[in-house]
């Protein structure tokens, strides 16, 4: 039977990060996984470093792209050869605890879950953990999630086989919303776990470091992607900037 976990890494000038992020994944006590990690035509030395680590360990699959096509685009390469019955997101800069596919996969297994997420905490560009942790709720439907979109992409796994063949909307940022979104469309709910089991890096430089620009694109998501009304997209969007305050405090 095939339980192989297939994660998605995109990697973009992560020199900085991206060594401390393959150590937690070769740190899993769960073994059966590939690391496709797609580098997304770097300007430093990451793919110096990807290199060596693909070559000590064939689990991880290095792809190297010609020219800069985006995070979303960079995660479908590395879905797009993906083997695994599940499908794990961690970025470049994000951290796993060592227990957290072993926990997940069990946790979806016993409750027959195609998709689940977990608890998770930031941590801070150098690696010093906040005090506030995401908690992760029972269970996400399409319009709760609309409302507060609390799933880390770092948290997430999903059963392939059960839910089809997927790939995240080609949008620069929220691209990981709109792919959870296409997935509850399918009838298939989010299922929590609460336990801590991954660290969020808050960089400086990211997308979702910029607050307006971020939530532009989710209100881009709302009405472009989903084609909500305005009503109902005011309304979620509400909801979702009440949330998104709540948890960074």
Known sequence: ?????????????????????????LNQTYKDWEMIIVDDYSEDNSRVIISEYA???????????????????????A??????????FLDSDDLWDSHKLEKQISFMEKRDIAFSFSTYQFMSEDGKKFENVIKAPQ??????????????CLTVIIDIEKTGNFEMPNIRSSHDMA???????RGFSAYGLDENLAKYRVVSSSNTANKTKAAKE????????????LFYASLCFIGYAFNAIKKRL
């Open 55 to 77: 070559d000590k360990d064939k689990r991880i699959k290095s792809i190297f792209l010609e020219k800069n096509v985006g995070a979303a685009e960079t995660r479908n390469v």
């Open 79 to 88: 879905i797009r050869q993906a083997k695994g019955k599940y499908i794990a």
């Open 139 to 152: 269970k996400m439907t399409y319009h709760s999630y609309l409302k507060n979109t609390i799933i880390g």
């Open 1 to 25: 039977m095939n339980n192989l976990v297939s994660i998605i890494t995109p990697s973009f000038n992560s020199s900085r990060f991206i060594t401390e992020c393959i150590e937690s994944v």
């Open 218 to 229: 989710v209100w881009d998501v709302y009405r472009k992607i989903e084609k909500l009304n």
């Open 179 to 185: 792919l959870w979104l296409l997935i509850m469309k």
